[in-house]
Nanobody, 119 residues
Framework: QVQLVESGGGLVQAGGSLRLSCAAS????????MAWFRQAPGKEREFVAA????????SYADSVKGRFTISREYAKNTVYLQMNTLKPEDTAVYYC????????????WGQGTQVTVSS
């Protein structure tokens, strides 16, 4: 089993930056990729960014492309989300997720960390 713990959320003014971290523990040998999702009040959970575990290939939602950067430290089983030029629309609970090699979807989820962007 895998456990994911996010950190780094908080309150920031529009135009500011935050860096989220997600540390994975437990059995991570079969990780295919890790990703960030977010869910704003009254909205469905949406994809933000993903990175393949071994190759480091990244993908982003159109809404954050150019502003957010996902990265990983392979040896530390940790992924990061650098968020720049934050907008009030980015306000949400951000969740870290992990997909294993044997699953099409995401198998494990963190508890979430709140990001609030004030105008």
């Amino acid at each position: 089993q895998v456990q994911l713990v996010e950190s780094g959320g908080g309150l920031v003014q529009a135009g500011g930056s935050l860096r989220l971290s997600c540390a994975a523990s437990g059995r991570t040998f079969n990780t295919y990729n890790m990703a960030w999702f977010r869910q704003a009040p009254g909205k469905e959970r949406e994809f933000v960014a993903a990175i393949t575990w071994s190759g480091g290939s990244t993908s982003y939602a159109d809404s954050v492309k150019g502003r957010f950067t996902i990265s990983r430290e392979y040896a530390k089983n940790t992924v990061y989300l650098q968020m720049n030029t934050l907008k009030p629309e980015d306000t949400a609970v951000y969740y870290c997720a992990l997909r294993s090699l044997l699953s099409y979807g995401y198998d494990y989820w963190g508890q979430g960390t709140q990001v609030t962007v004030s105008s």
